[in-house]
């Protein structure tokens, strides 16, 4: 705190630095989102992720009834086509024989994600979590309601990509999310809408003031002030005279005048 000469200290009219955000629970690091703010978060994710389901499940039917299994339907060559198959294990076949594992897999990412979403406060993280859990729910359903039973059902695929792997819709919804997490993970933004430096208070707001122009103002006393009991260059002592021109000839050293 600043003090004066005779050591009364002032008022600190100094700006103080930014206050760290909180969240819901006054925990600090956490950004304080605005209830209604969270609530359109929510409700779009869940609307999404009813899109995603309903399209998902709207399609497979539609693959049951229309595909021959097995038989390939081309639509831009061999490069991409319709061919449907009753997948046991998850993408590319993996896991086959472990069906109820998937499922149970696939039901704790459900969980996670609902849990998540209660701190949700980015725009993207709440389409990510809304296609991610969209497409976790399509390939769950099939699992849980489709042959040979429960938690044994075989998801149906039916959208052949090359002679890679065939997919559906939900498959395209979780490489989406999948996508959308890394590129918000790499620039730093979390769930909660907080981003990775920007909790640190702003230049300038941690001293005095700067000026306008950036420069530093000298916290030394200006060189022109004189100090206390000495003389200004230029000017006669107190007490002594100037020294003037003299009214007598020159000095010689032959002797005394």
Do not use: C
């Not at 000469?5 to 600190?12: C, E, H, K, M, W």
């Not at 459900?110 to 296609?131: D, F, H, M, N």
């Not at 103002?217 to 002594?240: E, F, I, K, R």
């Amino acid at each position: 705190m600043p003090t004066t000469d005779d050591d009364t200290a002032l008022p600190d009219d100094r700006p103080t630095p930014a206050a760290t955000a909180t969240g819901d629970d006054g925990a600090g690091g956490a950004v304080l989102v605005a209830p209604e703010r969270r609530r359109r978060l929510i409700r779009g994710l869940v609307a999404l992720t009813l899109s995603v389901l309903v399209v998902d499940q709207v399609t497979k039917v539609w693959a049951v009834a229309a595909l021959a299994p097995g038989e390939r339907t081309p639509l831009l060559g061999d490069l991409f086509g319709l061919q449907l198959v009753r997948n046991p294990g998850a993408a590319l076949s993996i896991a086959t024989g472990m069906t109820w594992v998937l499922t149970l897999v696939a039901v704790v990412v459900v969980i996670v994600i609902v849990r998540v979403s209660r701190r949700i406060g980015s725009a993207g993280w709440a389409v990510a979590l809304g296609l991610l859990l969209g497409g976790a729910l399509g390939n769950l359903v099939d699992r849980m309601v489709r042959e040979p039973g429960p938690l044994r059902g075989h998801v149906i695929d039916f959208l052949a990509y090359g002679r890679l792997f065939i997919g559906n819709i939900a498959d395209i919804a979780i490489v989406v999310a999948a996508v959308l997490v890394v590129w918000l993970t790499s620039r730093g933004i979390h769930v909660d809408g907080s981003r990775d430096g920007h909790d640190a208070a702003p230049p300038g707001t941690a001293g005095d003031p700067a000026p306008a122009d950036g420069t530093d103002v000298p916290d030394t006393a200006t060189p022109d002030t004189a100090t206390p009991g000495t003389a200004t260059p230029g000017t006669a002592t107190p007490g002594t005279t100037k020294p003037g021109p003299s009214t007598s000839g020159p000095i010689t050293g032959g002797g005394a005048a």
